[in-house]
């Protein structure tokens, strides 16, 4: 700058020199007035160059230099680093806890709360999916009466906006018939807030309880005939010796009356046959009473389930055939090797299948035109590392009343007349169940009738005996 300023300086001053070397227009009137003039086109240059360098300044001095540059980008670049290393981190995290919903035994399902109260399906679990039978595709953004039975819809679903109201945890438990039969479901309701402090979703948790809620029944039932059971054993001991007593002295007084006269002996064999079907008869109750009490002197061993229960089935058949009564057997296809006495399991079955008939005829004799039909169901159960082996006695009679039905398998508890029955055919049907390590239940069927279902622990099939029991 200051040395263009200089060269103006002596531009100017070597003016008249140049002046008089150079013919000048006429518009110049002498020479000084052109080096004038170029002095001043000098000057104003040189201002304009200032100026120009004044404005450009901020731009030439915000220039980065090469090191920050370098180290600029190296910061960015560590930055990019982290946030992809983070990245990485979330998505394992995400898929972690994806594996851990999908394989959490428990159904899990997520509903949105809409205007209204309106409650629709976001997502369900693959446990839902196993334990409704329900596929996922089917239930997405559906309305939250497609997750249950249609029995159940209204009243829960109901009772589930009223906690999308309130905002209060909710927690239940309700029976639903499900296509593996009854189940126990503890379902957990927790509310979602949103940012403004409402309720925008519905965490749900459904728990199958069914076979804790078995174990507590059976362990109950087992307290309450633990007593039972010492009072049968003694009564049964007690009670064999006069029957025993009675038979020898009935056979020595039949063998003393071959030498009486043709007249009485005739009314004497009558009496005697008489006599003789009685003893049976209480004997026959004895030997079920030390059955109820434990007292089985026939080994266990490994069998097929399906054998003693088709067994049942040909007994039962012929006469209830004459009686207009519908059997029919859904058997399994590979063999049901189950632990136990094939013979009481036989009995039981009869049990099961004659407490079944005693309640088609009921029901017809109200109802002339009602169906009479038991149907029998074998099949293997997954649950437990072997499984279980389910039998289920469906009948179309009249049900089992719900007062009832906590004690049904009571030793000595019966409905019918007096005369009728003992009450000891259901005690016994659970009595075999839980000695072959299951249990047994029943529930009133949708469209009428019942349904008794033992459940028995399965084993591995080796060793297992292929050939029918001798009844």
């Not at 088609?360 to 039909?373: I, M, S």
């Given at each position: 700058m200051l040395t263009l300023m200089a060269l103006s300086v002596a531009a100017v001053q070597a003016s008249p020199d140049l002046a008089a070397a150079s013919p000048m227009p006429g518009w110049l009137h002498t020479a000084s007035d052109l080096a004038t003039l170029l002095g001043y086109l000098i000057v104003l240059g040189t201002l304009g160059a200032a100026l120009g360098f004044w404005l450009c300044r901020p731009r030439l001095l915000a220039l980065a230099n090469?090191?920050?540059?370098?180290?600029?980008?190296?910061?960015?670049?560590?930055?990019?680093?982290?946030?992809?290393?983070?990245?990485?981190?979330?998505?394992?995290?995400?898929?972690?806890?994806?594996?851990?919903?999908?394989?959490?035994?428990?159904?899990?399902?997520?509903?949105?709360?809409?205007?209204?109260?309106?409650?629709?399906?976001?997502?369900?679990?693959?446990?839902?999916?196993?334990?409704?039978?329900?596929?996922?595709?089917?239930?997405?953004?559906?309305?939250?009466?497609?997750?249950?039975?249609?029995?159940?819809?209204?009243?829960?679903?109901?009772?589930?906006?009223?906690?999308?109201?309130?905002g209060a945890l909710a927690e239940e438990e309700m029976t639903a018939e499900l296509a593996a039969g009854p189940r126990v479901l503890q379902t957990v309701l927790v509310p979602m807030r949103g940012p403004d402090g409402q309720v925008e979703r519905l965490l749900g948790s459904v728990r199958d309880i069914t076979a804790t809620r078995r174990l507590q029944q059976g362990l109950v039932q087992s307290a309450r005939l633990a007593t039972v059971g010492t009072i049968c054993a003694g009564l049964a001991h007690e009670a064999s010796q006069p029957l025993n007593a009675a038979s020898l002295w009935l056979r020595r007084a039949c063998a003393a009356a071959e030498d009486v006269p043709d007249a009485l002996r005739a009314p004497i064999a009558r009496a005697a046959q008489v006599v003789e079907s009685q003893l049976h008869r209480a004997g026959d109750l004895i030997a079920r009473i030390r059955a109820l009490a434990g007292e089985d002197a026939r080994e266990a061993a490994c069998f097929d389930a399906a054998l003693p229960v088709a067994a049942a089935l040909r007994i039962a058949a012929t006469r209830y055939a004459a009686e207009g009564i519908t059997l029919a057997l859904q058997g399994a296809e590979a063999p049901l090797p189950v632990h136990?006495?094939?013979?009481?399991?036989?009995?039981?079955?009869?049990?099961?299948?004659?407490?079944?008939?005693?309640?088609?005829?009921?029901?017809?004799?109200?109802?002339?035109?009602?169906?009479?039909?038991?149907?029998?169901?074998?099949?293997?159960?997954?649950?437990?590392?072997?499984?279980?082996i389910a039998i289920e006695v469906r009948d179309s009679g009249t049900g089992v009343a719900d007062a009832l039905a906590g004690a049904i398998f009571d030793p000595f508890f019966t409905t019918k007349d007096p005369g009728c029955g003992t009450g000891l055919g259901l005690s016994l049907a659970a009595g075999v169940a839980r000695a072959m390590g299951g249990g047994i239940e029943t529930w009133n069927l949708p469209g009428g009738g019942a349904c008794f279902r033992m459940d028995l622990a399965a084993i591995p099939p080796a060793g297992c005996s292929a050939e029918p029991h001798a009844a």
């Open positions: 090469p090191i920050l540059l370098a180290r600029e980008l190296e910061v960015r670049r560590e930055a990019e680093r982290r946030a992809l290393a983070s990245e990485a981190r979330a998505r394992e995290a995400e898929a972690r806890m994806a594996a851990f919903l999908g394989h959490l035994p428990d159904a899990l399902f997520v509903l949105r709360v809409g205007a209204r109260g309106a409650l629709r399906v976001e997502v369900v679990n693959p446990s839902f999916e196993r334990i409704f039978g329900i596929p996922a595709a089917r239930v997405a953004e559906a309305p939250a009466e497609a997750l249950l039975p249609a029995a159940l819809a209204g009243p829960v679903v109901a009772r589930w906006r009223q906690v999308a109201i309130t136990g006495s094939a013979p009481r399991l036989e009995q039981a079955v009869l049990q099961l299948l004659s407490n079944a008939r005693d309640a088609v005829l009921e029901r017809r004799r109200t109802d002339p035109l009602a169906p009479a039909r038991i149907d029998v169901a074998l099949r293997h159960e997954a649950g437990t590392q072997m499984g279980r």
